[in-house]
C-alpha cells in the first residue's frame, strides 16, 4: 500500500514541479509558446529516460535493493528539488543573456530534469515489488501503477494552480515538494527496509534531504529578502508581494537621490511606475490619455481593458466619465487601490477575463482603452481579427480604439502583424511611437476608428521630464495602410504566430532591463 500511495504522491509532484516551472521561468523567459515547449520537452525526456532507467534496474536488482534504490531516488530527487530553489534565483539572470528558446531549455533542466527522471523510474519499481511473490500474468500490475499515478498527476495539477500557486511563493512551493518527497522517503526507509545497515544509511541520507527543505523553508518563510540594490548603488524595497494564477504582483519603491518612485510589477515586468506625490512617471500614460481626450473629446462612456495600478482610469473621474475596467486579476483592483492612488468609486470594475466580457458587450462605449501586459507582452489571444470584431461591436459607430503595445526596432515583424489584424477591423488606423530615449523596445501606441481621426487640443498636468517624450510620441502620428505594413498576414484564432515573431523583441526586451532591475526582482 505503501508503493502505491508514493507513486500518487510523485505522479502530483511531477504535474506540480511542471506547473510551478512555468510560474518561475516567466520573469524571466515571459509567457510564450516557446516557455511551455521547453518544459514540455524536458518533461517527456525525463520521463522517457527514467522508465527505461527504472526497467533496467529492476533487471538488475533483487527486492531489498529495489526498496533501498526507491528510497534513495526520493532522497536524491528531494535535495535535486533543494538544489534547484537555491539556485535558479542566480543562474537564471544569466540565462537571460542567452537566445530565449536555449535559455529556457536549460532552466527548465535546472528545475526539473533530475527530480523528473528519479520519480518516472520509480514505476518500474513499484510493478516489481507489486508482483512480488504472486505467479499472475497479464501486465504484472502496470496498468494499476500508470493509473495511480496519473490520477496523482491530475491531483498535483489541481493542487499546485488552485492552492500551492496563489498562497505561497513558487520558492517555497518547490520547498514544499521538497519536503514531501523527503519524509516520504524517510517513512519507506524506516519501515519498509529489512536490511539494518541499509535502513539506518538510507533513514540518515532522507534525514538530510528533511533537514535541508526545512532548513530553507525556515529561510525563506521566515527571513525574506526584500531589499535589493542595482548596479548604480539604488536601493529597491519591495513593500508587497502577491501570486495568483494570473501572475505574481510585486510593489517596489526606489529610492534614490532625484526622489522615490513605486513600480507595480507584474511576472518581473514593469507595469506602471509613479512619484512619490501619485503623478505617474511613465510616458505611456501620458500618451494614453491624451490619445482618448484629443480624438474623442465629447466621449463619455469608456471602457479600460486592463488596469494594472489604475493609472490611466484615475484619468477620466466620474461624472464627467462613464468608466468600465475590465481586470482578470481580482489582485491588481486591491494593490491599486492600496498602493497607487485607484479608486473605484463611481467606476465599475468586472473582475473578468477581457476577451470574455467583449464577447457579451454590444454597442455600449464610445472609447475602449486596449492596456493589456502579461509577461513581456500582450496575450496572443487578444491580437486577433476576432477579438478586434468583437471590440468593434462593443463600441458605437463612431467610437474609436486607442491601444498601448511596443515596437522592436530592429525586426517589424510584430509591429506589422498587429497593424495588418488592426486593420482588418478599423478603416482609419494610426501609429505612434515613444521616440525617447533611444531604445531598441519603445511603446508605441495605436489608435483605430471607422469614422475620420482629427485632433483636438487638450491640457493637464504633464510632468517637465514627461512634456519631450509626450509630445514626441503623439506628433510621430502616422497613418497605416498595407503599404506601411506589406504583406505581414493578420493574426488570427485559427492562425496566430504572434509567439513565433515576438521571440527576437522579448529577448532584446528582457536583455535591455537586466541591466536596469536588480537580478533578485525577478524571483517569485
Not at 519591495?238 to 504582483?249: A, P, Q, T
Request: aromatic letters at 12%.
Amino acid at each position: 500500500m505503501y508503493y502505491y500511495f508514493a507513486i500518487a504522491l510523485t505522479g502530483s509532484i511531477v504535474l506540480g514541479v511542471e506547473v510551478l516551472s512555468s510560474r518561475i521561468l516567466t520573469p524571466y523567459f515571459g509567457v510564450s509558446l516557446y516557455i511551455w515547449a521547453s518544459i514540455l520537452i524536458i518533461t517527456l525526456i525525463g520521463l522517457a529516460a527514467g522508465y527505461f532507467y527504472g526497467g533496467v534496474l529492476t533487471r538488475k536488482k533483487g527486492l531489498e535493493d529495489i526498496r533501498a534504490t526507491f528510497s534513495h531516488f526520493l532522497t536524491i530527487a528531494a535535495l535535486a528539488l533543494c538544489l534547484s530553489a537555491a539556485l535558479y534565483p542566480h543562474v537564471f539572470p544569466a540565462l537571460m543573456k542567452l537566445h530565449l528558446v536555449l535559455g529556457s531549455l536549460v532552466a527548465s533542466v535546472i528545475l526539473m530534469a533530475v527530480p523528473l527522471f528519479l520519480f518516472s523510474a520509480l514505476n518500474s519499481f513499484v510493478i516489481v515489488l507489486a508482483r512480488a511473490g504472486k505467479s499472475e500474468g497479464g501486465d504484472a500490475g502496470a496498468g494499476t501503477v500508470f493509473f495511480i499515478s496519473t490520477l496523482g498527476s491530475v491531483a498535483g495539477v489541481a493542487i499546485t494552480a488552485f492552492l500551492i500557486i496563489p498562497l505561497l511563493s513558487n520558492t517555497v512551493g518547490l520547498m514544499v515538494f521538497s519536503l514531501i518527497t523527503a519524509l516520504l522517503s524517510f517513512a519507506g526507509a524506516l519501515f519498509y527496509l529489512s536490511d539494518h545497515q541499509g535502513k539506518r544509511r538510507a533513514c540518515s541520507l532522507a534525514a538530510l534531504a528533511v533537514a535541508c527543505s526545512i532548513g530553507l523553508l525556515v529561510i525563506e518563510i521566515g527571513y525574506p529578502k526584500t531589499k535589493f540594490e542595482d548596479k548604480d548603488g539604488v536601493v529597491w524595497h519591495v513593500l508587497e508581494e502577491r501570486h495568483s494564477m494570473f501572475g505574481s504582483i510585486k510593489v517596489v519603491d526606489r529610492d534614490s537621490n532625484d526622489g522615490s518612485l513605486r513600480y507595480y510589477f507584474n511576472d518581473g515586468m514593469v507595469q506602471d511606475v509613479v512619484q512619490q506625490d501619485g503623478l505617474s512617471a511613465a510616458t505611456f500614460t501620458y500618451v494614453l490619455t491624451s490619445l482618448v481626450k484629443q480624438y474623442a473629446p465629447d466621449a463619455r462612456n469608456i471602457l479600460f481593458l486592463g488596469l494594472a495600478a489604475g493609472v490611466v482610469p484615475n484619468d477620466f473621474s466620474p461624472p464627467r466619465y462613464k468608466t468600465e475596467i475590465v481586470e482578470i486579476n481580482p489582485d491588481s483592483l486591491d494593490i491599486a487601490k492600496r498602493y497607487f492612488g485607484f479608486e473605484d468609486k463611481g467606476r465599475t470594475v468586472h473582475i473578468q477575463d477581457a476577451r470574455t466580457f467583449i464577447s457579451s458587450c454590444k454597442g455600449r462605449f464610445d472609447v475602449i482603452v486596449f492596456d493589456m501586459f502579461h509577461g513581456d507582452g500582450v496575450p496572443d489571444y487578444l491580437l486577433t481579427q476576432e477579438f478586434f470584431q468583437q471590440i468593434k461591436l462593443c463600441g458605437t459607430k463612431d467610437s474609436i480604439i486607442v491601444m498601448n503595445t511596443t515596437d522592436d526596432r530592429y525586426d517589424p515583424q510584430v509591429r506589422n502583424a498587429i497593424l495588418a489584424t488592426v486593420n482588418t477591423a478599423f478603416s482609419n488606423v494610426f501609429y505612434f511611437l515613444d521616440t525617447i530615449p533611444d531604445l531598441p523596445i519603445r511603446n508605441a501606441f495605436i489608435l483605430a476608428s471607422n469614422r475620420d481621426l482629427v485632433a483636438t487640443s487638450v491640457s493637464g498636468t504633464v510632468l517637465d521630464n514627461i512634456i519631450p517624450s509626450l509630445d514626441a510620441a503623439l506628433s510621430s502620428r502616422q497613418a497605416i495602410s498595407q503599404s506601411f505594413y506589406g504583406y505581414a498576414a493578420s493574426l488570427s484564432d485559427n492562425h496566430n504566430v504572434y509567439s513565433v515573431l515576438s521571440v527576437g523583441m522579448n529577448m532584446r526586451y528582457r536583455r535591455m532591463i537586466q541591466g536596469y532591475l536588480p537580478d533578485g526582482l525577478y524571483k517569485s
